[in-house]
């Protein structure tokens, strides 16, 4: 691929521009005083000194190992230095009545760090993306490792902003903050994650697709059912059905039984259908096959039409895993008990205590994912035959 | 195996009547009846028991069909009966003037319009993302995996907190609502956009290059018009998504106008017939929007040559 090497170069020579304007630009110039990068001693020249070795490897078009070392170790320094001066930036934002634009102009060489750290950073995840790893140890690093750089410098992108505009606290909290927060009221957030996940979620998605897929199977037997039933399941499916929380909770009252009500009638359909599609999957000759066997009803769905179906139940449990937690959630702003994830999101809303909203989220997306990934993982344990598990 | 199917005849004239219980349509109306039944028995289980506490109260003999069509016919029923609610989705979207707060085609244009911003400017996103996913190695490696994990974050729950912020800094109305449809359908769409992108064989792509064909030849003559069934699959998932995602983000907003208000509003003074009539005109909602998705594509595949499936 000549297309991406070449395109790869430019990076490299933006990187070199950054790094110029970072040593000549002050970092700070707050009143009379100019703070540079090189006047803060004889590490300041040291990190400075590595970085341009990593930027010159940069702009080297070969990848080789030495020089993605040096870009790595060349992008870690310069985040680290990134990191390590925030703070004195953000102290400029909130004494000083200055404007978005001449805050920038106030601190372009900091600003000229940020973008020469990012360009590093991708430089890397670029290099790293490119590698053909031959064992499994190392792609899996690889596979993990190139997307946990592009998230974490998402969140300290995040915190950067935040912290040195001194964005309002109401509208975004810095992810440090969240962090502190998280912490300090786990078990707040311990007795939330009980009544909403351990309760409802698991409840309503255990009775949910477990009686879709009980139902599918009963539906199969009757095929004049099964014909009419698929076009009215697959339109339900498409309905908002989270708009009937406050009609549940009018009916099974504030605790998590109303919440899960929500979360079985929004599981029921999707696994409903999916296993019907499943049930179908099976190949005409294969059915004929264990007809030839001799195979009663049962046999045939037990060892033919049940494993073909398994990647249809899974994908309907996949997609379940994120609808439970949503229509547990959403459930809750209809009233609750004073306890749940979602009753805590709406009313520190009302409070203004974003960050432990935003603290409440991470505890949701880190559960919503173990769920997700929990799923996944039985999905591949059970259905290891599937061609989309094959290694090519 | 039949003997007309082996004799290769088509199945020897059914009457009229058999091939209309054999029909699709007979099928599904069936069902749609059997639901019907199912409804009214369970509102008669649910209201019932208030009916014989009201009658008894003011010590009311009635005979078990005036009883039946007293519990069919509560103000505030446990489950409203279907033709309650027909009536009152009727008299609530025909008989009153639309441009009036009281009539739910009033509500239905309030989130019709936020759900159709969300949705065209996440789909919009979604190719996008698809296209540079499709292009760049390295976005591939590092974006698609925060998109998938994107999506196993319940976003819905932050919908109040985005509607109530966005308020805070000024921006209220149609924008936040659509920011959080946008959210929620810009996913199928990038997902079903890459795999499009990815889907024309590798001999296709042999043949292109052996015409000498630029990547944006490729692109334009190939990939877009190869990925055309697979956007417009997912575009029925994001409208839908889109709808549902415009009426949680009306539930925060004080309730002021919309489906999703309307139901709140309905759930704080426990008028359920109101809140079956305005689920009832969400979902017709939801069958729209999809169906208009589907009528677009089958214009467009159309006007592309594919045979009429």
């Known amino acids: 691929m000549s297309g991406t090497r070449r395109e790869a170069v430019w990076q490299g020579w933006v990187a070199l521009l950054a790094l110029l304007a970072a040593l000549a630009w002050p970092l700070i110039s707050a009143g009379g005083a100019r703070t540079y990068l090189l006047s803060a001693g004889s590490n300041a020249v040291l990190a400075a000194l590595l970085i341009v070795v990593a930027v010159v490897a940069g702009l080297g078009a070969a990848a080789s190992s030495v020089g993605n070392l040096v870009i790595l170790l060349g992008a870690a320094v310069a985040t680290a230095w990134v990191i390590h001066l925030l703070p004195s930036i953000a102290l400029i934002a909130p004494a000083s009545q200055l404007g978005r634009g001449e805050l920038i102009a106030a601190t372009s060489g900091f600003w000229a760090l940020v973008v020469l750290a990012w360009l590093l950073s991708w430089l890397l995840v670029r290099r790293l993306a490119e590698i053909e790893a031959s064992r499994r140890g190392a792609r899996f690093v690889l596979n993990i490792s190139v997307p946990l750089i592009f998230g974490l410098w998402i969140v300290l992108f995040w915190e950067l902003v935040v912290r040195s505009f001194a964005v309002p606290f109401v509208i975004l909290p810095p992810p440090s903050a969240i962090w502190t927060r998280l912490i300090t009221s786990v078990p707040t957030l311990a007795v939330d994650f009980r009544q909403t996940f351990l309760k409802a979620v698991l409840a309503g998605y255990a009775i949910g697709c477990g009686s879709g897929f009980l139902v599918a199977i009963a539906v199969d037997r009757v095929p004049f059912l099964k014909r009419g039933l698929l076009p009215v399941g697959n339109l339900v499916s498409a309905l908002p059905l989270v708009a009937i929380a406050p009609i549940m909770v009018m009916w099974f009252g504030f605790d998590w039984q109303s919440k899960a009500a929500v979360v079985v009638a929004m599981t029921f359909f999707p696994m409903l259908i999916n296993t019907l599609a499943g049930l179908a999957a099976s190949e005409t000759m294969e059915r004929d096959l264990m007809h030839t066997y001799a195979a009663n009803y049962r046999q045939s769905l037990l060892k033919l039409r049940l494993p073909a179906a398994l990647p249809f139940i899974f994908n309907a449990l996949k997609i379940n895993s994120t609808l439970a937690m949503i229509g547990a959630i959403v459930a809750e702003f209809f009233g609750t008990p004073i306890v749940g994830m979602g009753f805590r999101i709406s009313t520190e809303v009302g409070r203004m205590n974003t960050d432990m909203v935003w603290a409440e989220i991470a505890v949701a997306a880190l559960a919503g994912s173990v769920f997700y990934g929990v799923v996944a993982l039985v999905e591949r344990a059970s259905t290891f035959w599937h061609p989309s598990f094959r290694q090519p | ?309």
């Open chain 2, 1 to 309: 195996m039949s003997a007309a199917t082996i004799t290769g005849s088509l199945p020897a004239r059914a009457s009229l009547g058999a091939r209309f219980v054999g029909s699709r349509f007979f099928a599904v109306a069936v069902v749609v009846i059997g639901i019907v039944i199912v409804w009214y028995a369970g509102a008669f289980l649910l209201d019932a028991p208030f009916q014989r506490y009201l009658d008894s109260r003011a010590n009311v003999e009635r005979t078990p069909v005036e009883f039946l069509r007293a519990t069919f016919n509560q103000p505030k029923p446990t489950l409203p009966t279907p033709h309650q609610v027909a009536v009152d989705t009727f008299n609530s979207t025909i008989l009153v003037n639309p441009t009036k707060p009281s009539s739910l085609l009033f509500h239905a244009w309030v989130t019709l319009s936020s759900t159709l911003a969300g949705f065209i400017s996440g789909t919009l996103l979604g190719v996008l993302i698809a296209v540079g996913i499709v292009h760049l190695k390295s976005l591939d490696k590092s974006l698609m995996p925060w998109i998938i994990s994107s999506q196993t974050i319940p976003i819905l729950a932050i919908a109040p907190m985005v509607i109530v912020v966005l308020a805070a800094v000024g921006v209220t109305g149609l924008i936040p609502k659509a920011l959080i449809s946008t959210y929620l359908s810009f996913f199928p769409v990038t997902v079903g956009m890459v795999k499009g992108l990815r889907s024309p064989a590798p001999i296709h792509l042999d043949l292109m290059r052996t015409y000498n064909s630029s990547r944006w030849q490729v692109f334009w003559k190939l990939r877009v018009p190869a990925s055309l069934p697979f956007l417009f699959t997912s575009m029925k998932v994001a409208v839908a998504a889109a709808l549902v995602g415009a009426i949680v983000a009306e539930l925060p907003t004080g309730a002021v106008a919309g489906i999703g208000a309307k139901l709140l509003v309905g759930s704080y003074y426990s008028q359920s017939i109101q809140m079956w009539s305005a689920l009832v005109v969400g979902s017709l909602m939801a069958a729209l929007l999809v169906t208009a998705v589907g009528i677009v594509e089958r214009l467009v595949t159309r006007r592309m040559g594919a045979r009429p499936s």
